[in-house]
C-alpha cells in the first residue's frame, strides 16, 4: 500500500463550480499536511498548510484534515479557469525533513 | 519567487554520458532536495542534504549522486545516464526540518535521455 493516495483524475468543472480534491494516507504519525499547485512546466507551489485535523479557510479555498479516517481534502470555491493545474497533497512527520506525495490529480475549468 | 535556479533547463543526452544537473539557491537553507517527477509516479525523492557536506539518500536514489560543497549549491549527477532516467528534475530548499510549509521548489530541469 502506497503511503499517500490520491486519485490523478483528471477532473473538468465548469467555471464557477465548486472543486473537491482528496487523498488518503497509511501513516498515522503524519501530522503536517499540505496541497500544492503545479502549473503546467513549472514547479510545484505551496497552496494551504495544515496542521493536525481541521479546517483551513483561505479566500476560495478550503483544507480538511481529518486524521481519524486518515483523510484530506482540498475545496476550490467559484473555481476559475486560472485555477486549471496539477494538485499534489503531501504530508510529513514532526521532525522528519521528507514530505510523502500524492501522485497528483489535474483539474481542468471550462470557460 | 524563492531564490532558487536549476541549470541546465533542458539537456539531451545519449546513454552512458555523465550528466550534472545543479541547484543554486540565494535563501541559505539548510536542507536541499532532488526530486524526480514521472507521470504515474508522482514526485520522488532522490537524495536530500542537510547541511554542507551532509547527504543521504532517498527513495529511489540508484544511479544518482550528489554533492554538496557550499551551502548555495547542490549537484546532481547520474553518472551514466539511462533511458529509465528522462524525467523532470526538481531541487526544493528547506530551512525547517519538521514542517513542510517552507519546502520551495525550483523551476525544474528537463532531462532526456537517448
Known amino acids: 500500500q502506497k503511503e499517500v493516495e490520491q486519485d490523478p483524475g483528471p477532473l473538468s468543472v465548469p467555471e464557477g463550480a465548486i472543486v473537491s480534491l482528496n487523498c488518503t494516507y497509511s501513516n498515522s504519525a503524519f501530522q503536517y499536511f499540505m496541497w500544492y499547485r503545479q502549473y503546467s512546466r513549472k514547479g510545484p507551489e505551496l497552496l494551504m498548510y495544515?496542521?493536525?485535523?481541521g479546517n483551513k479557510e483561505d479566500g476560495r479555498f478550503t483544507a480538511q484534515v481529518d486524521k481519524s479516517s486518515k483523510y484530506i481534502s482540498l475545496f476550490i470555491r467559484d473555481s476559475q479557469p486560472s485555477d486549471s493545474a496539477t494538485y499534489l497533497c503531501?504530508?510529513?512527520?514532526?521532525?522528519?525533513?521528507?514530505?510523502?506525495f500524492g501522485k497528483g490529480n489535474q483539474v481542468v475549468v471550462i470557460p | 519567487d524563492a531564490g532558487i535556479t536549476q541549470s541546465p533547463r533542458h539537456k539531451v543526452t545519449e546513454t552512458g554520458t555523465p550528466v550534472t544537473l545543479r541547484c543554486h539557491q540565494t535563501?541559505?537553507?539548510?536542507?536541499m532536495y532532488w526530486y524526480r517527477q514521472d507521470p504515474g509516479h508522482g514526485l520522488r525523492l532522490i537524495h536530500y542534504s542537510y547541511g554542507v557536506k551532509d547527504t543521504d539518500k532517498g527513495e529511489v536514489s540508484d544511479g544518482y549522486s550528489v554533492s554538496r560543497s557550499k551551502t548555495e549549491d547542490f549537484l546532481l549527477t547520474l553518472e551514466s545516464a539511462t533511458s529509465s532516467q528522462t524525467s523532470v528534475y526538481f531541487c526544493?530548499?528547506?530551512?525547517?526540518?519538521?514542517?513542510?510549509?517552507?519546502?520551495?521548489f525550483g523551476e525544474g530541469s528537463w532531462l532526456t535521455v537517448v
Open positions: 503531501a504530508m510529513t512527520l514532526y521532525g522528519n525533513n521528507r514530505l510523502a
Open positions: 535563501e541559505n537553507h539548510r536542507y
Open positions: 495544515t496542521y493536525s485535523s
Open positions: 526544493a530548499i528547506s530551512d525547517h526540518s519538521y514542517q513542510g510549509n517552507t519546502i520551495y
